[in-house]
């Protein structure tokens, strides 16, 4: 297998070794899905402490960031400390923290999985993921200010004053208590709304500042341009971020398609699982569906069974998936070939 592509025409591609020589050959992503390192010598390469994996992240966070999108999202899985610990370097790239999801094993997980410092403890029987958006600034004459400073300031230098924003929106209050209040009741203003301030504020701000509400310097933002900051989200009902479901072990938990079974490749240390790390698929579709349109781009860097990619490829996304190890990267474009074949229309989008 050389380490170009596979299953293009399908909508996905899984690249054989390092996905930092991957990202430059792929398109922005919509969503990135991250689950690498634990720092538990889980794979060869797997640090064998979570101290190591701030310098292991590094060079792919810097890399999410230059080849993300505004509107790009990261959802980060580990374990608490292994995300605690690599939280700075995502922050410090520009990856604004938005939540954390729990995954709650349930009890069986604990069995047999103790020694003489575990004994001494609450039974650990979670994982996370955290979810990122990039961060949203606006650099202006007084700073680089987040979206809901800026907005209120841009309206502020126009020299109008706030509640003629609600004569500009056509509402009541709507526009001063949402768009321009600076406190927690914020709202990004939707396309149409900002639409709105930003032609009020070119028509009736004074001519000496114009123009206002800019990315460019030049010319107002136009509503496309505004929709294009934010990332997608489609939230559905009852869902919330504790995800309950025991490790994987039955059907779903992939051993090839009869072949042979997957090799267990990594040396464990003190604290590793002797196990492959498979995330339930049901997991990854929860995750594309709220924060990715079908047709949209979805990289998994870190891709063993490739999991994110092949619910991504049930739910219409593109899927580009990395893997170092030439066996699970086998194993995952069968996995893929078999997902092409019931891709379906995501019913939350
Ligand atoms: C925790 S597993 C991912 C499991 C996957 N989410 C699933 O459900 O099937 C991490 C995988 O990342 C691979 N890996 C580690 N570093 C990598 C890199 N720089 N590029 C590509 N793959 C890498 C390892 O070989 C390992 O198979």
Redo the contacts with the bound molecule.
């Keep these: 297998m050389s380490n170009e592509k596979a299953g293009q025409d399908a909508g996905w591609s899984v690249y054989l ?4 020589d991957a990202y430059p050959q792929w398109p922005a992503p919509a969503a990135i899905i991250s ?4 720092g538990v010598g ?2 060869p ?1 797997d640090p064998r402490t979570p101290q190591g994996l701030a310098d292991w992240y590094e060079p792919h966070v810097e890399s999410w960031a230059k080849h993300a999108r505004a509107s790009s999202t990261l959802w980060f ?1 580990n374990t608490e400390v292994g995300w605690a610990t690599v939280h700075p370097v995502l922050d410090r790239h520009g990856w604004e923290y938005v939540q954390t999801i729990v995954w709650d094993k349930g009890i069986a997980h604990i069995a047999g999985n103790v020694n003489g410092e575990t004994i001494r403890r609450f039974p650990v029987v979670t994982e996370v993921c955290a979810f990122y958006r990039r961060r949203l600034e606006f650099p202006t004459a007084d700073g680089v200010m987040p979206a809901k400073e800026w907005l209120r300031y841009e309206w502020q230098r126009a020299g109008l004053r706030l509640q003629t924003a609600n004569e500009a929106c056509g509402v009541a209050n709507a526009a001063t208590r949402k768009y321009l209040t600076q406190d927690w009741l914020w709202y990004f203003p939707p396309p149409e709304m900002m639409q709105r301030l930003v032609a009020y504020a070119n028509e009736h701000g004074r001519p000496g500042g114009a123009p206002y509400y800019s990315l460019d310097g030049k010319t107002p933002v136009t509503a496309d341009e505004w929709a294009s900051l934010r990332d997608d989200w489609s939230h559905a009902h009852g869902v919330t971020n504790v995800w309950s479901a025991p490790p994987l072990n039955g059907g779903e938990r992939y051993k090839g398609n009869g072949v042979r079974s997957a090799p267990r490749v990594h040396r464990p240390g003190r604290n590793a699982a002797v196990h ?4 339930p698929l049901e997991f990854m579709r929860r995750i594309i569906s709220a924060s990715t349109q079908p047709g949209d781009v979805v990289w ?9 990619a092949v619910a991504a490829v049930e739910l219409g996304r593109h899927a580009y998936g ?4 030439e066996h ?1 990267a086998e194993l995952a474009i069968e996995r893929l070939q078999s997902a092409s074949s019931r891709s379906v229309p995501d019913s939350t989008a």
């Design positions: 070794g390092d996905a930092i689950d690498g390192a634990y889980g794979f390469g899985w492959l790390n498979q995330k998994e860097p870190f891709g063993e069974l490739c999991s994110a990395a893997e170092l190890v699970f």
